[in-house]
């Protein structure tokens, strides 16, 4: 039993996971997540992953924003399951922040709104915050266990609000707020940018383009007072994130380089999972004596026992090594490590976690009674 991780989880309200590309984020989160459902708790897991994995693993088919019931545990517990639309969220979250109905409309009616909407919804990583942060405050969830986006580089999801707020504060936007609103130097700025537009739209288009990014700038205004209160939610104590890594040179590294970027960024980050850590108990331990078992109980002749049993020494070497080396690495991580953070290795399973059984067999190994990897069973 892994009882820091356990009492970690139970006394968090948002869980994020987060680390490289393909490193078992998804499979994680939906373990989890299982875990806090086992002991009671009414868990959401969100998932943006366009592989539709959390679904495949939970074995159900949210969309669209529509959360599913995955399972209901014997504790009394559920976890449900939402698979995040970003361009769902993202006009969502623009038709709240706007001041009227019809700011919002005029904005989401414009032909240019669909370029910018599908642009900005893009950004997975921060409509997945804003969404978690909306979920956060509704309080319909003991946990909420947020699985972060495949990225390119880890670290995006965490500058994604920082992003998010630079883009909204862009000049542009700021030349188009509305006139009563703008200072006498924005107004300014405002009369030249229609002039600069003016040269290149023909003055046909110009009141609604202007009129669009005007209105746009309004709601923007809204979003960045939205964007400081994710933020917070990040920072605040009752969310955590847990790194996950894959054993392998480059991927602790990088979970090394993530967590010291999330104590630059005041997040709380006390737990390291490697996941598929290649286990082969039988390493230090001999071959039984094959020749036995293939001539004589078996009937093979001298030749044809000859090559199996070389075939398994070779083989019995070769696993062998792979579990070795991933023990050295993991050693390395583990020295490498701050005080503050434990590591947690989870074996590589025979079998692809893919449904819900597979995935409570990753939370058994967890919480529950299978040893882990270089456990004693
Ligand atoms: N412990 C495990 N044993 C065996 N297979 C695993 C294990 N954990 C994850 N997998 C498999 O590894 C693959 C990647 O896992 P997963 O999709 O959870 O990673 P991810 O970090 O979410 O990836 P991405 O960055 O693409 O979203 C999947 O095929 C999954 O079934
Ligand atoms: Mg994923």
Same mark, same amino acid.
């Given at each position: 039993?892994?009882?820091?991780?356990?009492?970690?989880?139970?006394?968090?309200?948002?869980?994020?996971?987060? &680390?490289?590309?393909?490193?078992?984020?998804?499979?994680? *989160?939906?373990?989890?997540?299982? @875990?806090?459902?086992?002991?009671?708790?009414?868990?959401?897991?969100?998932?943006?992953?366009?592989?539709?994995?959390?679904?495949?693993?939970?074995?159900?088919?949210?969309?669209?924003?529509?959360?599913?019931?995955?399972?209901?545990? *014997?504790?009394?517990?559920?976890?449900?399951?939402?698979?995040?639309?970003?361009?769902?969220?993202?006009d969502e979250s623009l038709a709240r922040h706007a001041r009227s109905k019809e700011e919002f409309e005029r904005v989401r009616t414009s032909?240019?709104y669909?370029?910018?909407a599908?642009?900005?919804?893009?950004?997975?990583?921060? !409509?997945?915050?804003?969404?978690?942060?909306?979920?956060?405050?509704?309080?319909?969830?003991?946990?909420?266990?947020?699985?972060?986006?495949?990225?390119?580089?880890?670290?995006?999801?965490?500058?994604?609000?920082?992003?998010?707020?630079?883009?909204?504060?862009?000049?542009?936007?700021?030349?188009?707020?509305?006139?009563?609103? &703008?200072?006498?130097?924005?107004?300014? &700025?405002?009369?030249?940018?229609?002039?600069?537009? /003016?040269?290149?739209?023909?003055?046909?288009?110009?009141?609604?383009?202007?009129?669009?990014?005007?209105a746009l700038?309004g709601l923007? /205004?809204g979003f960045?007072?939205?964007?400081?209160?994710?933020?917070?939610?990040?920072?605040?104590? $009752?969310?955590?994130?847990?790194?996950?890594?894959?054993?392998?040179?480059? *991927?602790?590294?990088?979970?090394?380089?993530?967590?010291?970027? !999330?104590?630059?960024?005041?997040?709380?980050?006390?737990?390291?999972?490697?996941?598929?850590?290649?286990?082969?108990?039988?390493?230090?331990?001999?071959?039984?004596?094959?020749?036995?078992? @293939?001539?004589?109980?078996? /009937?093979?002749?001298?030749?044809?026992?000859?090559?199996?049993?070389?075939?398994?020494?070779?083989?019995?070497?070769?696993?062998?090594?792979?579990?070795?080396?991933?023990?050295?690495?993991?050693?390395?991580?583990? *020295?490498?490590?701050?005080?503050? !953070?434990?590591?947690?290795?989870?074996?590589?399973?025979?079998?692809?976690?893919?449904?819900?059984?597979?995935?409570?067999?990753?939370?058994? @190994?967890? @919480?529950?009674?299978?040893? /882990?990897? $270089?456990?004693?069973?």
């Amino acid at each position: 039993m892994n009882s820091a991780l356990a009492e970690e989880l139970l006394g968090r309200r948002l869980i994020v996971c987060a &680390g490289g590309g393909g490193v078992g984020k998804t499979t994680l *989160s939906a373990a989890l997540a299982l @875990f806090l459902a086992r002991r009671g708790r009414r868990v959401l897991v969100v998932t943006i992953d366009p592989a539709r994995r959390l679904a495949e693993a939970l074995g159900v088919a949210p969309e669209g924003n529509r959360i599913v019931e995955a399972t209901r545990t *014997s504790a009394g517990g559920v976890l449900e399951a939402m698979m995040l639309d970003c361009r769902l969220t993202f006009d969502e979250s623009l038709a709240r922040h706007a001041r009227s109905k019809e700011e919002f409309e005029r904005v989401r009616t414009s032909h240019l709104y669909e370029h910018v909407a599908t642009a900005l919804s893009r950004t997975h990583e921060y !409509m997945a915050l804003e969404k978690l942060h909306e979920l956060h405050h509704d309080g319909t969830y003991d946990h909420i266990v947020l699985d972060t986006p495949p990225t390119r580089d880890a670290l995006g999801f965490l500058d994604a609000p920082q992003r998010m707020l630079d883009f909204c504060n862009e000049r542009i936007f700021r030349w188009f707020v509305p006139e009563d609103e &703008g200072s006498r130097l924005l107004r300014f &700025g405002r009369e030249r940018a229609l002039w600069l537009l /003016g040269r290149v739209v023909d003055q046909g288009n110009l009141g609604p383009i202007a009129e669009f990014l005007g209105a746009l700038a309004g709601l923007f /205004g809204g979003f960045r007072e939205r964007v400081r209160d994710v933020q917070a939610t990040l920072r605040q104590d $009752g969310t955590t994130f847990i790194l996950i890594a894959s054993p392998g040179r480059s *991927s602790m590294h990088e979970a090394l380089y993530f967590g010291r970027k !999330m104590r630059d960024y005041g997040l709380r980050h006390r737990h390291l999972l490697v996941n598929r850590v290649f286990d082969y108990p039988f390493s230090e331990r001999p071959l039984p004596p094959l020749e036995a078992l @293939f001539s004589q109980t078996l /009937g093979l002749g001298a030749a044809r026992a000859g090559r199996l049993i070389t075939a398994c020494e070779k083989t019995h070497q070769r696993l062998a090594d792979l579990a070795r080396r991933d023990a050295e690495q993991l050693a390395a991580l583990a *020295s490498a490590l701050p005080d503050t !953070m434990q590591l947690t290795s989870i074996p590589q399973l025979d079998l692809e976690p893919v449904e819900l059984d597979a995935v409570g067999t990753l939370t058994d @190994f967890l @919480f529950g009674t299978i040893p /882990g990897p $270089g456990e004693e069973p």
